[in-house]
């Protein structure tokens, strides 16, 4: 990446060195880190703090929400959610504050109890191993940190993963019993599993009997365009494919109602609940129900849900419309970066030049542009290219994601002129 | 239990019998099972409800409370429950809703990942054995079997364990890697752990280099009396006695705010905690940071919480009171009957003739009352001389402890009544 010692850079290098400098100068203050949502999106649910009056604590169905029990959560909030995450009301958990929180307790629950169809414990197991779709999200490669799990980056193909790669693995090695999939608008690249991926995904022939796909549907409802994706119902493909007991699915309100306090959930076919509910039934006297009752009497149904989320796209859409602008007017038709502009979700995926990632986040901190790792969407936190930069545009205001964005286009220039002007040297 | 055919039962069988014909006839509906706060009691804490309005969502630090991050938890809320727990503030974490869950997680980190002096995960252990003094609290015992640890019951003494037989199994058994205990107002028995019990407790030596203390301070401030108990701070008894990560200290206001919506906390040594907090991070992007704010406004200090403890105490008060008029009327000095008068807690421990307290919990069922079962309060579910029942007035209302009391009463005296008739015959 250094340039050739005594060597006169290019115009374009100059050029780009300068623009360098004056970003530098700017000494900005801005942070694209993480997806997390705005404070105008969290002023959106502001009625939960105060939805719940004395006197007014009571389910659907008597119960004082206030007090220990009903480990399943309310049923009138999972109705409602029941058919936004495609799971049946009755195979479906309303849990605690973190859908994280759900998947680390399951994968906790399976390395400790015999899943359904296993035939050990995977505490037990020489070596588990779980596909993982690249770039994905880090927190699903933490936990398999956490778990000692070994981690297979399987590529993905803009409608879900390359589904000949993950066939080949998954039928070949009795290891391999687990895959993450964040099956809409996916967790940095925006694409939508297809419905041929989906079914393929529930009925292929896979080596470990106690193989189980990590549906985590962080974004089921977190559209940025009028006609919505839709993926095919993951509990129902599996059943169809003689294999119902395949999935695991997550979701919360995290990005529905607040990121802190809002509802999680586990939905799965009824011999893997039975499973889970045993399990879990040890570990607590049940969820916050008060909360829960909160959140069912903000959203009283599907369309509520669909109403709100449109007040959360109207703070996003602007967001997202500065990375595009800033993006093309610094950098289109350049062929040194290619973006995603994806129809929901969190995240731009930011391609740059091959081994030019890491380089454009060292800069853009240097200039007070704090970005995510490169390599963060990857096993191990390491990129094989070095040339995907996620982009999380929702929590500053638009001002900011535009400046901060327009700095992130000069440091791509830079970085990419600087590789340019080495790489004859070389 | 049953008659010997054909015997003419004593003037006091059958006297028994038509008091419990009569207690039959009133078609009774109560239940003394858990020892869940009565709505009365919930009701103390509803300005929970609506203590925080929109705009003000935000920390002492600046912390927006809705947003997600945070893994410690709010510290305006440590300070206070550190004081209560007798934790230092930097070894205090406020987590989710559940001290149970906490306790679960504990216990699976340490199943999953080396514990700070620990050889090998305890997954890979033979055997993991855990002392629990008996009668003790069934959700202790049920986590035990949810991972598979062998329970060694032993004695309690009136002031702790049977300190003797506690130093002789642990210094014995390097399989022995933890103990539950209640130091405070002990579920079911009431008792207050002696400052030499603590002692004891920090300093024995364990033949398993990687012995936890599992302290459970679920009654830490559940006083009533006017002179609570005071338990030594075990973190400092466990440092000054050089074993500083003896203790896991777990707390909660399940029983100070509300039980299902409250905050739970776990205190250990700053090694225990970077543990747990290097697991924990894996498993959350951090706990409900505005319920645990809706506590901090609520509890602003250690003497608030103790103001609110009184107020439950008035509405405790008066079902203890309950408890004990109807047995000493019905049972006082008839020599068949034993029973505690805690100076806090939730629970009556009664003492019936041995090999009668299921026939009791039978004959209080058929009459409408639902008594824990017997035998809950041990390892297995299992009494050895089936002569503990755990009663918990807090729930009912006072004429409803009353009855249930009294009706009570009536089973053991014929529960008594046909064991005497029946043991000459045997």
Redo the contacts between chains.
């Keep these: 990446m250094s340039q050739a010692a005594g060597q006169e850079p290019g115009a374009g290098l100059a050029a780009a060195r300068t623009a360098y400098e004056e970003l530098r100068a700017q000494d900005l203050r801005l942070d694209l880190t ?1 997806g ?2 705005s ?1 105008e999106q ?2 959106l ?3 939960l ?2 939805i ?4 007014d ?1 009571r389910a659907a169905d008597g119960t ?7 480990l399943q959560g309310l049923t009138e909030l999972r109705t409602v959610f029941a058919e936004l995450f495609q799971v049946p009301v009755d195979q479906l958990f309303a849990c ?3 859908s ?2 759900v998947m ?1 307790d399951v994968l ?1 629950h399976a ?3 015999v899943l359904p169809g296993a035939k050990r ?1 995977w ?2 197991e020489d070596e588990i191993r779980f596909l993982c779709p690249v770039p994905g999200y880090d ?1 699903h490669f ?2 398999c ?3 000692g799990i070994t981690m297979v980056p399987v590529p993905l193909t803009g409608h879900g993963p390359d589904m000949d790669v993950v066939e080949e693995l998954v039928a070949a090695d009795p290891r391999i019993k687990g895959m993450w999939c964040v099956p809409k608008y996916s967790n940095p690249t925006g694409e939508t599993y297809s419905d041929e991926t989906v079914r393929r995904l529930a009925a292929m022939p896979t080596a470990a009997p106690d193989f189980r796909l990590f549906w985590d549907n962080a974004y089921a409802v977190h559209h940025l365009t009028d006609e919505p994706d839709a993926v095919l119902p993951v509990l129902a493909a599996c059943a169809e494919a003689g294999e119902p007991d395949r999935a695991f699915v997550f979701g919360s309100t ?1 990005k529905i109602s ?4 809002g509802v999680a959930f586990l939905g799965s076919s009824p011999t893997n609940m039975a499973w889970y509910s045993r ?1 879990t ?11 829960q009752l909160r959140h069912a009497r903000f959203f009283p149904d599907a369309a509520a849900v669909g109403a709100h989320m449109e007040r959360h796209r109207a703070l996003l859409e602007p967001r997202f419309a500065a990375v595009y602008e800033a993006l093309e007017e610094e950098l289109g038709g350049l062929g040194i970066a290619n973006w995603t502009s994806p129809r929901g979700g969190y995240f731009v995926s930011l391609e740059v030049p091959e081994g030019c990632a890491s380089e454009v986040v060292r800069l853009a901190k240097d200039a007070g542009i704090a970005l995510t790792p490169a390599g963060a969407a990857f096993p191990g936190g390491r990129d094989p290219r070095d040339s995907q930069i996620r982009l999380a545009p929702s929590f500053p205001s638009v001002g900011e994601v535009r400046a901060a964005m327009r700095g992130v286009a000069v440091c791509v220039k830079l970085a990419a002129a600087e590789q340019a002007a080495a790489s004859p040297a070389v």
Tied chains: 1, 2.
């Design positions: 993480r997390k949502p404070p969290l002023d649910s502001d009625a703090l105060t719940l009056q004395p006197g604590v004082d929400c206030r007090n220990y029990g009903g605690g504050n973190a994280l929180s680390h906790a390395m400790l109890s414990r505490a037990d927190r933490s936990l940190d956490r778990f995290s607040t990121a802190g306090s399990l039934a040890a570990q607590t006297i049940g969820p916050d129900k008060v909360n």
